[in-house]
């Protein structure tokens, strides 16, 4: 079993060792893809456990019901008319305990039987294993397999999407593809509950941008996107309507300013390496972006000047400086914010 394999290669590692039957013993799940992480768990479930024998021989835990005693014997007990055992632990944090239970726990994790297969999954918080815990950390790295689900990259998702939508015999672009991803933030997990709500709403074989925007609410980023892009265009009142927007999402003002400065930085990036005769691709490196977002950037920023850039970013920070320190009203801060960003747009 591979011990420091890239994210990539242990995915495909646990892909070959389903296609093989050949699960196992240890393995800690993580990252931000929750979707594909439930997938995979769903089919190590389905390959090791039956119905008639799955109350016997499948046992959950997590930081409520976990006790070393528990994990200890569930790991011992042998599997009931059936070849293998699964132990699935949610959300324990098993660096934190006191140095008895630690040693205790590297017993264990040295000692699974070949009929047993043990899952951490952590999908609440990040997993961060303290390797200063030298003897767990040596036992979890020789006996099991770390996987983390990260997000899919671009290219990936866009071929899954379109997938998910032959399947309900709907066709969709590649750049409705980008789009979507762009507006749910590009997690599986959103996508899917996104492409049944747009299936269910549109009636025709080909699925069109109205149908998207008709069902999807945008997160927080997409919506300051397009905030961004009225204020360039000239149509200020409607920048307004989107901030108006974000505010009934209940998203809070902070994190709204948050997300302007983030934009409005990408932005001035993308200026300087526009003047600099730069493509998109070095602003997909330099703020670790996927191609949609990057180009449409790109875009934006040709709309704006480098002079305007400075400012907008001078503007924010003050912002941000009198949301911390004053008693003014926060919301009416933002939109004092997005006025002024209106006139220096208009300034050039």
Known sequence: ????????????ELKQALKAKEIGRLYVFHGEEVFLLHHYLSQIKKQLLDELTESFNFHQLNNETFDLQTFADAVENLPMMAEKTLIVVDEVDFFRFNETDRNKM??????????????????AAAWKPDKRQKKLWDALDKHGQIVEFAKQNQRDLIAWIARHFAARKKRISNDLCAYLIDITGGTMTALSGEIDKICAYSGADEIKKSDIDAVTEPVLDAVVFQMTDLLSAGRYDQALVKLQQLLKMQQEPLAILGAVGAHFRRIGTARTLLDGGRPASELQKLCGIPDYPARKTMDAARRFSAAFCARAAALIVETDYQMKTSFDDSERLLELLILQLAQEAKRG
């Open 1 to 12: 079993m591979a011990k420091k394999a890239d994210t990539g290669t242990a995915i495909q």
């Open 106 to 123: 590297v017993q264990i994790l040295e000692d699974i039987p070949d009929y047993c297969t043990v899952i951490f999954t952590y999908t």
